[in-house]
């Protein structure tokens, strides 16, 4: 018969192994993944990418293509955090979005590179990565 101690320690074991499983997990879908975040939508040939801002920005990093008309749809919801603040600087992007609501935040048409974004504070930041088409 097995001990006590030993069911006891295969339980905590196996909760162990389940934690560390649900915590890779969790982190693979967050913003250190490297594949995209499904995020960005062509329609009519304007680029729609999607951000939501609350606690910061999500996702972190967006990948989208150069060379086509676009926007930066920002959706608050119940924000009144700093997030609320977004400014783009390369861009002379400075905007307060409402507590809840949709922003749309017109990008123009951006060449191959790198967008950065943060609060008004510098704090949060967010990327959008646009790449030649493929
Ligand atoms: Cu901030």
Do not use: H
């Not at 069911?7 to 915590?23: E, K, P, Q, R, T």
């Not at 913003?31 to 910061?56: F, H, W």
Request: charge should be neutral.
């Amino acid at each position: 018969m097995t001990s006590k101690p030993t069911v006891l320690a295969i339980i905590g074991a196996a909760i162990l192994v389940a934690g560390s499983v649900a915590f890779v997990a969790s982190r693979s879908g967050g913003a250190s993944a490297e594949a995209p975040a499904n995020n960005v939508a062509v329609v009519d040939g304007r680029q729609v990418i999607d951000l939501t801002a609350k606690g910061g920005y999500a996702p972190l990093r967006s990948v989208a293509q150069a060379g086509l008309p676009t926007v930066l749809r920002v959706t608050t919801r119940g924000t009144f955090d700093c997030s609320s603040a977004l400014r783009i600087p390369s861009l002379d992007v400075s905007r307060t979005l409402p507590p809840s609501g949709v922003t749309e935040i017109d990008l123009g048409t951006p060449q191959v590179g790198t967008l950065e974004g943060t609060c008004g504070m510098g704090m949060y930041p967010f990327e959008v990565e646009f790449r030649e088409p493929a």
